[in-house]
Nanobody, 126 residues
Framework: QVQLVESGGGLVQPGASLRLSCVAS????????IGWFRQAPGKEREFVAA???????YIHDSVKGRFTIARDNAKNMVSLQMNSLKIEDTAVYYC????????????????????WGQGTQVTVSS
């Protein structure tokens, strides 16, 4: 089974950038699609972006144009580049793996992803 570890969160001002990383271990990395989700206090966990093994991506409309997801299969790593951060981007960000479809994501709900990291806090505040 794959294990996921996120890093790169922090406290930044509005308009700043952050790059989150998710490193996987165990299993075969290309067997998994990787997604990023976020959860703000008192809110449900929501989809942010996903990337399949062959680098096809899907970005949620709420962050399209500001966030970019990338993947390095040689390093078992997925990154989330977040630019022009807004206060409403504040949340715990999680990476997750979907191993049910041969490295392709088959949905954007949390239930579609069977493996999760512990999360990294992103706080955007002036």
């Amino acid at each position: 089974q794959v294990q996921l570890v996120e890093s790169g969160g922090g406290l930044v001002q509005p308009g700043a950038s952050l790059r989150l990383s998710c490193v996987a271990s165990g299993g075969t990395f290309t067997d998994y699609a990787i997604g990023w989700f976020r959860q703000a206090p008192g809110k449900e966990r929501e989809f942010v972006a996903a990337i399949n093994w062959s680098l096809g991506t899907y970005i949620h409309d709420s962050v399209k144009g500001r966030f970019t997801i990338a993947r390095d299969n040689a390093k078992n790593m997925v990154s989330l580049q977040m630019n022009s951060l807004k206060i409403e981007d504040t949340a715990v960000y999680y990476c997750a793996a979907d191993g049910s479809s041969g490295g392709y994501y088959h949905g954007t709900q949390p239930r579609h992803f069977g493996f999760w990291g512990q999360g990294t806090q992103v706080t955007v505040s002036s």
